[in-house]
């Protein structure tokens, strides 16, 4: 089995995308919303973090974080997010059946997927590039016309900062995807 090696690089900036188990489609449900933003706010207490930016699509989510001088250790963050969600979100989501029995003996819940995928961010490019990427991604997944239209994420937050316009992003018209709002 491949060992996977994640860039660890003290008070860096990192782009992050976690997923739902089984692409279970509830990130957008703002019962959801309140719970994984309170426990995000309850870890940045213990092990802070600065929140740079974030979309919630309905199986997955996307963000962009920078640790403080000196740490590395997002994948603690992430394991205490995962883990206090699933706690507190586990009776308001439906389980599959026949539970994988790794993940009975992980004693994993049946909400997120195990791992969550990360990029070290390299420079102000780099950054600006996946904010955008972020910011944009509702559009590229069919889910809106224009990215304004979105309202889970902190576009609307980098607007009101005056860090974009309200028109910024492309638009997608109805003609443009046949698939859209699938």
């Known amino acids: 089995m491949p060992q996977y090696r994640r860039v660890r690089i003290p008070g860096s900036t990192y782009f992050f995308t976690v997923v739902t188990y089984q ?25 802070p973090f600065i929140l740079d930016a974030w979309v919630y699509l309905p ?5 962009l974080w920078t640790l403080p001088e000196g740490d590395s250790d997002f994948s603690k963050r992430w394991g205490l997010i995962k883990a206090r969600f699933s706690k507190q979100a586990k009776e308001l989501i ?6 994988a029995s790794s993940r009975l003996r992980r004693r994993e819940s049946h909400i997120w997927q195990r791992r969550f995928w990360e990029h070290a961010i390299r420079d102000d490019d780099d950054f600006r590039h996946h904010v955008n990427y972020i910011h944009d991604n509702p559009v590229k997944h069919g889910l809106v016309r224009r990215v304004r239209d979105w309202p889970h994420s902190s576009f609307h937050h980098s607007v009101a900062q005056g860090l974009y316009d309200l028109d ?11 698939t859209f709002g699938e």
């Open 59 to 63: 199986d997955h989510l996307h963000c």
């Open 23 to 47: 692409r279970q489609p509830f990130l957008t449900d703002l019962r959801f919303q309140k719970i994984l933003a309170a426990v995000i706010q309850e870890v940045q207490k213990t092990h």
């Open 94 to 99: 439906s389980h599959p059946a026949n539970g």
């Open 168 to 178: 910024w992003g492309r638009s997608v018209s109805w003609a443009d995807s046949t």
